[in-house]
C-alpha cells in the first residue's frame, strides 16, 4: 500500500496547512514541464496530487488511516507467521541432522565391532598356523631313531612354508566383515538413503578411495603383493563423518527487521549517528557514513529478531530525509530555488543564494530563463567517493506583486506589434 504521508514527505500527525504547504511545493519541483526530461514526470506529478486529494479531506483521511493500520497489522501479523515457520523448518532440519548424525555412530560402532572380531580371528588362526610346523618337528625327531632307509622321504617337508602361508591367505579372503564388499555408493545410500546429497558425497569418497588406493600401488616394490584393505567401510564413514562436519551450514538466520529512520541535512553532512527505537523498546544508533542519502538501507549487523535454533537477523534501516524549508535531496545534490525579478533575469545581475555553508554570492548570467539550474560543486550531500555533490540552484522568474503599466505596455507591443 503507497503511503501518502511519505510521498507528500510530511508525519502522520501533519496538520492541514503543513499538508498543502508540502504538496504545493512537491507539486511545483515535480511538475512535467520542469521535468521534461524525465520519463516519470507525470506519474510523480499525479502520485502527489492523488495523495493531497486524500489527505486534505478529513473523512477520506481518517478513512485511509484505518485501512491503513489495518494493511500494516496484516503485514505484522504475516512476518510473525513466516518468523514461526522458519523455525518451524529450522527444527526440522536440526531433527533430521541430528538422526543423521545418530545413524552415522551407530555404523562406526557396529563396524568397530566387526573390526574387533575379526582381529581375534585373524590372531587365533595365525597362532594355529605356527602351532601346526612346531608339532611336525616335534614328530620328526621322534622318528629319526628309525633306520636310515625310513628316513629319506625329507623332500617331502619343503612344502611347509607353502603350508604355513596358506591360512593367513584364507584368512584374508574368507573372512571379511559385514559391507566390506560394498561400494562407497552402497555404504552412503543404505546409512542415509537415495538422495541426491548422499550419491554426490558417495561419488566423491569414491574418487578418493581411489586415488589413495593408486598412490599405494605406485609407492610398493614392483611385484609385491597388493594389500587388501579390511577397513575400508570404517574409513569410508570416517571420512564422510569428517566431511559433514567440515561443510556443516551455519544455523538459519532469523528475517530481517525493517525499520525507517527520519533524519535532517545536517545531519547527513556532519555524518553523526541518530538513534531509533524498535518495536521491543530497544534503542540503536544508525551510522550515517559517506553515500547515505534518501532511500539508502544501512544495515545493523545481528541487531535483529532473536529466535530459538536460528541465528540472530540484522535490523535494515532505511533512511528518509526530512523536509527542510530551504534544500530538497536529489540523490548526493541539494537542490534550492532563487527568485529572481524579470529585469535581472534580462540583464543578468549579482544575487546571494543560500548553502549549507553559508550565505554565498554568485553571478546570474543575462537573459536568464526560469527553471534554469547554476550547479555549485561541493556544496551537497558526502558521497560514496569520498566527495559531495553539487549545489543546483533553479531560477525562477518572479513579476512583481503590483502590475506595471510600462511593462504591461511593451509586454503588448512585443506580442501585438507596434501600430501607429
Known amino acids: 500500500m503507497r503511503d501518502f504521508y511519505s510521498v507528500l514527505g510530511v508525519k502522520r500527525d501533519a496538520g492541514a496547512d503543513e499538508i498543502k504547504s508540502a504538496w504545493r511545493m512537491k507539486a511545483k519541483s515535480v511538475h512535467p514541464d520542469q521535468n521534461r526530461d524525465d520519463p516519470d514526470a507525470n506519474r510523480n506529478f499525479t502520485e502527489i496530487g492523488r495523495a493531497y486529494e486524500v489527505l486534505k479531506d478529513p473523512t477520506k483521511r481518517s478513512r485511509y488511516d484505518q485501512h491503513r493500520d489495518k494493511v500494516e497489522a496484516l503485514e505484522r501479523e504475516q512476518t510473525i507467521m513466516q518468523q514461526r515457520q522458519s523455525a518451524r523448518e529450522a527444527a526440522e532440519k536440526a531433527k533430521i541432522a541430528k538422526a543423521n548424525a545418530e545413524r552415522i555412530l551407530a555404523e562406526l560402532a557396529r563396524a568397530e565391532a566387526e573390526k574387533a572380531k575379526l582381529d581375534k580371528q585373524t590372531q587365533a588362526q595365525a ?8 608339532k611336525a618337528q616335534a614328530q620328526t625327531g621322534g622318528a629319526q631313531a628309525q633306520p636310515q632307509p625310513q628316513a629319506q622321504p625329507q623332500p617331502q617337508a619343503q612344502p611347509q612354508p607353502q603350508a604355513q602361508a596358506q591360512p593367513p591367505g584364507q584368512t584374508q579372503n574368507q573372512a571379511k566383515p ?8 552402497a555404504v552412503v545410500s543404505r546409512i542415509f538413503g537415495d538422495t ?3 550419491a554426490a558425497a558417495a561419488e566423491t569418497l569414491k574418487r578418493e578411495t581411489e586415488a589413495e588406493a593408486e598412490r599405494a600401488e605406485n609407492s610398493e616394490p614392483s611385484g609385491a603383493p597388493r594389500p587388501v584393505s579390511i577397513l575400508a567401510p570404517i574409513e569410508l564413514l570416517s571420512s564422510f563423518v569428517r566431511r559433514i562436519r567440515g561443510i556443516q551450514p551455519p544455523p538459519e538466520k532469523a528475517p530481517d527487521l525493517v525499520v525507517e529512520a527520519t533524519v535532517t541535512i545536517d545531519d547527513l553532512l556532519a555524518q553523526k549517528p541518530v538513534p531509533i527505537t524498535l518495536s521491543d523498546g530497544r534503542e540503536l544508533r544508525v551510522p550515517l557514513e559517506s553515500g547515505v542519502t534518501q532511500g539508502h538501507v544501512v544495515r545493523l549487523r545481528g541487531q535483529g529478531l532473536k529466535l530459538q535454533g536460528m541465528s540472530r537477523g540484522d535490523v535494515a534501516v532505511t533512511v528518509r530525509v526530512a523536509k527542510n524549508d530551504k534544500f530538497t535531496v536529489d540523490g548526493y545534490d ?12 534580462v540583464l543578468g545581475c549579482e544575487a546571494t543564494v543560500e548553502t549549507p555553508n553559508g550565505p554565498l554570492a554568485v553571478t546570474i548570467p543575462a537573459w536568464s530563463s526560469s527553471d534554469q539550474v547554476i550547479r555549485l560543486d561541493d556544496l551537497g550531500l558526502p558521497n560514496d567517493e569520498g566527495g559531495r555533490g553539487a549545489l543546483a540552484v533553479e531560477l ?3 513579476l512583481w506583486e503590483k502590475p506595471d503599466d510600462k511593462v504591461t505596455d511593451l509586454m503588448r507591443v512585443m506580442r501585438e506589434g507596434l501600430f501607429l
Request: without cysteine; aromatic residues 0%; glycine residues 6%.
Open 196 to 198: 541426491p546429497e548422499a
Open 178 to 185: 559385514d559391507g566390506a564388499g560394498e561400494s562407497p555408493e
Open 396 to 398: 525562477r522568474v518572479m
Open 334 to 345: 541539494l537542490k534550492t530555488v532563487l527568485p529572481i525579478t524579470l529585469e535581472d533575469a
Open 127 to 134: 597362532q594355529a598356523a605356527q602351532a601346526k610346523p612346531e
